[in-house]
């Protein structure tokens, strides 16, 4: 068990709803990641939050959103939904080292057992 | 931009051989890190071992090393008296060192099958 949470495990959709993937990071861990995994695209970084602010963006489309709250859990929504996001969705927290800090030691990604989203 | 490469989908060996997986990668940055992640039919992501390529020396973690060539942009896993809890998906994945933005970008994984 790596302590970061995501729910819900699973998710059945149709084409063109919405819907939002939630994850919890370990404690003490400020900075959360999205990466999608799927048959096409392989493993992608979606974006990273740190301490409630958005860090860095990879290739997340435009009907897909995150947030980071407060609290430091984070949401991933997706809408517009098609059949090509099916995938599963991975979140993962660590606590990277300050901009412009080499980070040392290494700050682990712990990441957590994924939400798997299929869209009918 | 980082790319990272597996040319192999998939290997597969007898209980107890040693096995290398191979991965080239590619990058502008001067200060990185490179990952090797095993991810079992659990779906689980795991950290095999990583890399800073500051350092000329390979890493080593038990069964686990790699063969880090840096200007050959080469970084390969060698598995040895391999087990057949090893069998998963192995992706290589770099990451930005510092600036505090380091989401990984990884390659299309090697799907490893231990054979008893």
């Known amino acids: 068990d790596s302590g970061v949470t995501q729910t819900p495990k699973h998710l059945i959709t149709a084409t063109g709803q919405r819907v939002t993937l939630r994850c919890s990071p370990r404690?003490?861990?400020?900075?959360v990641y999205w990466y999608q995994q799927s048959l096409d695209q392989g493993l992608q970084f979606l974006i990273q939050y740190y301490n409630g602010e958005e860090r860095a963006k990879g290739n997340i489309l435009e009907r897909f959103s995150a947030q980071q709250f407060p609290d430091l859990h984070s949401e991933l929504n997706l809408s517009s939904l098609e059949l090509g996001d099916s995938a599963l969705y991975f979140c993962?927290?660590?606590?990277?080292?300050?901009?412009?800090?080499?980070?040392?030691?290494?700050?682990?990604?712990?990441f957590g057992p994924g939400t798997r989203l299929t869209v009918l | 931009a980082q790319t990272v490469t597996q040319s192999q989908p998939e290997m597969s060996v007898q209980e107890a051989e040693t096995v290398t997986l191979s991965c080239t990668y590619d990058?502008?940055?001067?200060?990185?890190?490179l990952f090797w992640y095993k991810q079992p039919p659990s779906r689980q992501m795991i950290l095999v071992i990583r890399?800073?390529?500051?350092?000329?020396q390979n890493a080593t973690e038990n069964r686990f090393s790699v063969n880090f060539q840096k200007a050959a942009k080469s970084f390969s896993l060698k598995i040895s008296d391999s087990q057949l809890g090893d069998t998963a998906m192995y992706f290589c994945?770099?990451?930005?060192?510092?600036?505090?933005?380091?989401?990984?970008?990884f390659g299309k994984g090697t799907h490893l099958i231990i054979q008893p």
């Open positions: 890399q800073e390529a500051y350092k000329q």
């Open positions: 404690s003490g861990d400020l900075s």
């Open positions: 994945a770099s990451s930005i060192l510092g600036g505090g933005a380091d989401g990984l970008t």
């Open positions: 990058t502008s940055e001067n200060n990185y890190y």
């Open positions: 993962a927290s660590s606590t990277p080292g300050l901009a412009g800090v080499i980070s040392k030691p290494y700050n682990e990604q712990f």
